[in-house]
Structures are given as structure tokens and as C-alpha cells.
């Protein structure tokens, strides 16, 4: 368990907790509306009652107290509240914690609309999964990234990048790229360490290449930021973009990177 984090946040997750609990309708949950109530919706202890957890709990929640919050206690309290995904992503925002639902679902589906989107994008493009795996890329992409994207073989932005012969001529600066791309996994990579497939790959990696088992085992952490990016292509030479990475709004576990050549920024 941790804390909410600030005062001014705790503030909001009391509020946002009390203004949530006295919408409900007292009937609806199975609780009698009386003639007696002096606050509307639900009292504390009816919350406390429908979350399993204690009436005191509630009261230091809304007086913006320092208490210790979990996460399943808020997907409970999420669930008596009946928030639906905004609202309940909001929650766990202000509480600091990650939304056990999210790892649990299907947060890495790509729908049709954003392999439309993705398509349509002139400059290369390519969305990766929580494992980096390439799940949607354009045509420019796919003629950038020879070895890659252009073939049916591995999808792995990783196991290309320190297991493909060929990533070694195309990727100017070859170690000092890969060693930020292990940096980068690491930061992405932390919310997600008791993932069976992400320790088989990282196991996998290891075990393959040299050069990521001497990088992961330096625990250096970096944010995969944008920047300038070099390559030595086959036909058409040496050429630079400029990389840009967008999380996705409702699936921050995938990630569009675009890679703008310098002439068409300007």
C-alpha cells in the first residue's frame, strides 16, 4: 500500500469520492431511501458496506487525511460507485496507483481505426506493444525498416535490434542506440516486471546477445523520447528523421512512434 500522494490531490480524491457517493440512489443498491437522510445518496457506512471495507476508511478519505489506499480497495470502491472508464481511471490517478483491470484486459488490441490511422500517415510509423512488439506499421515503416517490418519474421523491435545481423549496418551508432533502446525497455518495461512474457523475453535477450545482457545488467533507465534518428538504408543511403512517440489515451501500453525526415518539418 501507498499514500495518496499530495495534499492538494488528496483533496480531490476526497471530494471526488464524496460527490460520487452522494449521487448514488440508496434504492437502487438494495438500501432504504428513509425519510431521514440529512445528506443525499449513500451514507459512509453503506459505501463501507458495499466495498467491504470500514466506515473510518471513508471518513479519512473525504477529509483528505494521509491514509494508506490500495489498489484492489479501489477497484472495489470503483465497482460500488459504478464509474465507468474515465471516471475510474481518474480515481487511480489521483490515488497514484495502477488500475489492475488495465493489465488485466485486452489493452493492447489494435482496433481498425488505428491501423486506418497508422496507414494513412505519410512518414514511417509503427505502434508497439508493452513487449515492443510491432502490431500495426505503414508502408514507410516497412521501407525503412529493411530486416524488420519488411520481412514475416520477428516483429520484436528488441530481439531486430541485438539479434539481427543487419539492424547492425542500418542503425547508425549502432552501440550507442541499442544501449539507449535496453535504457528505454527498462523505463517502459517497470509496471510490468511480474509479466511471465516480459521475463522470457528479457531471459531470451540475455541469453542472445552480449550486448543487452551487458546493457540491462548496468540498470540505466531513460524515457524514450524523441530525438535524432540516423540510418544507413541499402538502396536509398544514408538518412535522418527526427523520432516522435505518442502513448495512446485509453492504451498507454502501446505506443506510436512516427520518424519525420527534417524537410517535411519545416
Not at 437502487?28 to 459505501?47: D, H, I, Q, S
Not at 496507483?97 to 481498425?112: G, L
Not at 531513460?222 to 492504451?251: C, K, M, S, V, W
Request: proline share 5%; aromatic share 10%.
Amino acid at each position: 500500500m501507498t499514500t495518496v500522494r499530495s495534499p492538494a490531490q488528496r483533496r480531490a480524491f476526497g471530494d471526488f469520492v464524496r460527490a460520487h457517493r452522494e449521487r448514488m440512489t440508496p434504492a437502487a443498491l438494495g438500501f432504504p431511501a428513509g425519510t431521514r437522510r440529512r445528506t443525499p445518496g449513500l451514507r459512509r457506512e453503506e459505501l463501507a458496506q458495499l466495498c467491504g471495507l470500514s466506515t473510518t476508511w471513508f471518513t479519512w478519505i473525504e477529509q483528505g487525511r494521509d491514509v494508506s489506499v490500495s489498489a484492489n480497495a479501489l477497484s472495489r470502491l470503483a465497482e460500488a460507485l459504478r464509474l465507468d472508464r474515465a471516471e475510474r481511471a481518474y480515481l487511480f490517478d489521483l490515488a497514484g496507483k495502477r488500475d489492475p483491470e488495465q493489465d488485466c484486459s485486452d489493452a493492447e488490441t489494435i482496433s481498425a481505426a488505428l491501423a486506418v490511422c497508422v496507414d494513412a500517415i505519410t512518414a514511417p510509423a509503427y505502434v508497439l506493444d508493452r513487449l515492443w512488439n510491432a502490431r500495426c506499421w505503414n508502408a514507410a515503416a516497412a521501407y525503412l525498416f529493411v530486416g524488420w517490418l519488411d520481412t514475416g519474421g520477428e516483429r520484436n523491435l528488441l530481439r531486430f535490434t541485438f539479434c539481427c545481423p543487419g539492424a547492425r549496418s542500418l542503425i547508425c551508432d549502432w552501440p550507442v542506440r541499442a544501449r539507449r533502446l535496453a535504457a528505454e525497455f527498462r523505463a517502459a518495461s517497470g509496471a510490468h516486471f511480474d509479466d511471465p512474457k516480459l521475463r522470457v523475453l528479457i531471459a531470451e535477450l540475455q541469453q542472445e546477445s552480449e550486448e543487452f545482457a551487458q546493457y540491462w545488467d548496468q540498470q540505466a533507465v531513460l524515457g524514450r523520447e524523441g530525438g535524432e534518428r540516423t540510418f544507413n538504408h541499402p538502396a536509398d543511403g544514408f538518412l535522418r528523421y527526427e523520432q516522435i512517440t505518442f502513448n495512446l489515451a485509453r492504451q498507454p501500453d502501446l505506443k506510436l512512434t512516427m520518424l519525420i525526415r527534417p524537410s517535411d518539418a519545416a
